[in-house]
């Protein structure tokens, strides 16, 4: 769908949206809407005016996403380490993403980001208890003032988006992305059709990962490298 | 609206009569008064642009006449939100005419924060002939008074005086969706995202909060009002949308708060359509009463429905907008088209309703015969006193001609706002930042 008008064979359309003349597995296009619902998530946490219905509706989404996913048991790619969490405790933290830029700074998923992981954003971001209490210290996300806590408190809910609506502290994209590699951003622009501001290039970028997306078997595995990698960090902080 | 001829004949016979162009900004809203004689359009830009019906000649009593410029004015200004840090955007949301009650016409027009009652006066007299001001206003020198004369009413060119009356402000801490003026030409109501409040007229520092869905805790947030509206008989009777897809009836002789409902319109879900979309597209973007008032009129996205009001369980017709974009839901999400807001309409008979679509293609349905059509508002597919087109979108298969495939919509113009004269037929369309008024020359009545 392109929204310029512009003609495209069918050919290149199926190029385009494959990759490798492969269909994407259901998984796989699950995961990319996952990630796709979480960059406009934190776009429109960026933008000055966040239209609330909008953020309701992909937050719904983001929700159904990941009850399906958990219900399938291949949330995190580890299921039985997580059998006793509700599925609602899943809720993907977008807070990484929304950090301010502050908080970038040195953010382990950053890099992880660069390592061109597809289950990046699900495997990364920590998971959240909001049904369990469990949340952070912190109360909201654009109140947080120094970076060493924020290292230390992903544990934000995704529903702390609606809190952080209220207590809006507009940030630009530029600042949010500083500290990330802009290499990361270079797209497959067949994908997206649709160029319109800073938007499309996050959602451009995450589409190509997800056309060059490994396998879901090995993905499993560096899903149990990354969420070491953030048990580390977590405990050292 | 009886044969199949004369359907074809008010589908087919929409002439271009004037198209008013706004080089400077988006329209944002469109509506016609209680007559017909006055259509509104607000803009992205916060100004109002009113357009009036030419009376019809005497001499051809059957010709409708056009509809020229009448009155402009900035209503609403950009603000800044100061405790917030946000900007206020000054593009007008809805206009509603309130019935009007003497020469005066007035008209509420929102922004995402703040109401105001504008009044909108004719002068076409004026006195000439003071004792003390010679022509200009300059005070006379009074040796040069010798006797005394009594000003008289000259006709002058007709002036247009528009003046805030009333602003309504500080009620809202969402984005107002909705407006909508009671049939008790007393009190109006305002809608944002979480709450709806009552307003008098009259009284611009207090309102009363009649719907509010706001969770305590904000993180439990799953559902939005989208739109809401006053029955257009019962003074009591309003119904509102909310972004999970279904219609909430309220009473408010219930209640103070009317947070319950007396009547919840929902559709169960079919469960052969489900996807991650499903919620999304069943998201209200408009909901209209009837003329009459026994029926709701609601567009979601990819199609209009009508539910009578004593039926709750489902709608009781249902219409395709543009079906073939149903397998295509996961680039209109990831474009944010998904999340477009189409009005719908009723004509005035309630036998026909209309709503827009993408490539420009407003679509008409008729609900007697359940013949459709889709049609194009733009300047190169319809000539000045041209019959308009009917255009057809092709999924694969078949092909005719003037056919356009699904993939070559344009979605970035996109038909969102639309109004059916109260009376006739005569239709203003906004296309981005054009606006069309179409009529209908041959069946001018409503059938």
Known sequence: ?237 | MGEDTDTRKINHSFLRDHSYVTEADVISTVEFNHTGELLATGDKGGRVVIFQREPESKNTPHSQGEYDVYSTFQSHEPEFDYLKSLEIEEKINKIKWLPQQNAAHSLLSTNDKTIKLWKITERDKRPEGYNLKDEEGKLKDLSTVTSLQVPVLKPMDLMVEVSPRRIFANGHTYHINSISVNSDCETYMSADDLRINLWHLAITDRSFNIVDIKPANMEDLTEVITASEFHPHHCNLFVYSSSKGSLRLCDMRAAALCDKHSKLFEEPEDPSNRSFFSEIISSVSDVKFSHSGRYMLTRDYLTVKVWDLNMEARPIETYQVHDYLRSKLCSLYESDCIFDKFECAWNGSDSVIMTGAYNNFFRMFDRNTKRDVTLEASRESSKPRAVLKPRRVCVGGKRRRDDISVDSLDFTKKILHTAWHPAENIIAIAATNNLYIFQDKVNSDMH
């Open chain 1, 1 to 237: 769908m392109f929204a310029r008008g512009l003609k495209r064979k069918y050919g290149d359309q199926e190029e385009g949206v494959e990759g490798f003349s492969t269909v994407p597995s259901y998984s796989l296009q699950r995961q990319s809407l996952l990630d796709m619902s979480l960059v406009k998530l934190q776009l429109c946490h960026m933008l000055v005016e966040p239209n609330l219905c909008r953020s309701v509706l992909i937050a719904n989404t983001v929700r159904q996403i990941q009850e399906e996913m958990s219900r399938d048991g291949v949330w995190h790619g580890m299921a039985p380490q997580n059998a006793e969490r509700a599925p609602i405790d899943r809720l993907v933290s977008t807070e990484i993403l929304c950090r301010t830029a502050r908080a970038a700074d040195g953010e382990h998923p950053t890099p992880e980001l660069e390592d061109g992981s597809l289950q990046i954003s699900a495997s990364e971001l920590p998971i959240v208890s909001s049904a369990q209490g469990q949340r952070s210290p912190q109360s909201s996300l654009w109140e947080m003032d120094s970076p060493q806590e924020n290292r230390g408190s992903f544990h934000k809910s995704l529903d702390h988006i609606f809190e952080t609506l209220e207590n809006k502290n507009p940030n630009s994209v530029e600042d949010l992305f500083s500290d990330v590699d802009s290499s990361y951003y270079d797209l497959d622009t067949v994908l997206t059709g649709m160029m319109s501001g800073t938007k499309p290039s996050l959602c451009s970028g995450l589409d190509g990962f997800t056309a060059a997306a490994p396998p879901p078997s090995s993905t499993c595995k560096s899903d149990l490298t990354e969420l070491d990698h953030v048990v580390e960090i977590l405990v050292e902080t």
